[in-house]
């Protein structure tokens, strides 16, 4: 008994407070029920079904080392999910050796609801908080994943936050400020996004939109929003990276995260505007899937643009 009060004496106070909030987070979330969502799958199907649902394509060595998950153990949950007729496996056409997963029609029937109760269960937590302490929650997610995320050794020498008192004040001088620089646009295109801001404080839905931060060595480097068009579309609207911070993937790690809420809340599109000159911008809609839907000649800003429209199927 002695030797276990000395133990108990001893546990380092951040890590029970680490363990106390692993505890109360796995039970408010359901993940210690038995059948995760109402359903009879486990948190590991569900997450399998979820990977697979949101990729075109993927092979179960990816799937494997994106959800660390025993070789064994994944190849069992497919083996059951290709039986019931959920999952077909397919050649892939650039290489020979390698066999491409997706969810068949059936699966995705599966998955469907399965979604939706995440999402509604996700909805029903936040309705109970104010917009205040609801955008403070998911401020405080997005700094714990920031953060535990990283690797120990970060190729990644930023972290994204939501923003905060002073951010839109930010997006707006240094949108003035580079575009000015970089393509000799005049002042009304920082009206313009002054405008884009002010309409995203006011109408603000924090379940269904936001404002990534980029920010590094303490130091804001980059920005991007999504605002709600419709019920089933999104914009992603003033996606910039400071000078100083290109080459670190910022800019395809805020598109990124953009999709991922998008198709997280539940949005069928994702659309955007922009430009035919801002051709590094372009490159990463592109790579990211985006398509070219509308290009119209136009003035603006003090010169002769070509607006163009990209939209991407979520």
Same mark, same amino acid.
């Given at each position: ?47 399998? =079904? ?31 999910? &290709? ?16 066999? &491409? ?13 399965? &979604? ?43 972290? =994204? ?61 980059? *920005? ?33 995260? *953009? ?54 199927? =979520?």
């Amino acid at each position: 008994m002695l030797q276990m009060h000395t133990l108990k004496s001893k546990a380092d106070p951040r890590v029970e407070a680490f363990r106390h909030f692993n505890r109360f987070y796995t039970k408010r979330i359901g993940i210690l029920r038995e059948g995760l969502l109402q359903s009879p799958f486990s948190l590991t199907q569900v997450r399998v =079904l979820y990977e697979l649902a949101h990729r075109d394509r993927a092979t179960a060595s990816e799937l494997g080392l994106d959800l660390e998950l025993d070789a064994g153990y994944l190849s069992r949950i497919l083996g059951n999910f &290709e039986k019931r007729g959920w999952v077909a496996r397919r050649q892939s056409k650039t290489d020979g050796r390698r066999f &491409e997963l997706r969810l068949t029609r059936a699966g995705r029937a599966v998955f469907g609801p399965l &979604e939706r109760r995440s999402s509604e269960e996700a909805a029903r937590m936040l309705s109970d908080l104010s917009p205040q302490a609801q955008a403070r929650v998911i401020e405080a997610m997005n700094i714990i994943e920031g953060l535990l995320g990283k690797p120990p050794e970060s190729k990644i020498p930023y972290m =994204l936050r939501t923003h905060q008192p002073g951010d839109m004040g930010w997006v707006v001088y240094r949108h003035g400020i580079l575009y000015s620089q970089e393509y000799g646009w005049d002042e009304r295109f920082e009206a313009l996004v002054a405008e884009i801001v002010a309409k995203f404080v006011h109408e603000f839905d924090p379940r269904r939109e936001r404002c990534w931060i980029a920010e590094r060595n303490g130091e804001n480097a980059g *920005c991007v929003f999504l605002v709600k068009e419709s019920a089933t579309i999104a914009k992603l609207r003033l996606l910039l990276v400071e000078p100083s911070a290109r080459g670190l993937g910022i800019g395809k790690r805020l598109v990124s995260e *953009c999709i991922r809420f998008a198709r997280q809340v539940g949005y069928q599109k994702l659309t955007l505007w922009t430009n035919d000159v801002l051709t590094a911008a372009r490159s990463i809609y592109e790579k990211e899937g985006f398509c070219l839907v509308h290009e119209e000649r136009h003035h603006s800003f003090g010169h002769e643009l070509a607006g163009q429209n990209w939209d991407l199927q =979520l």
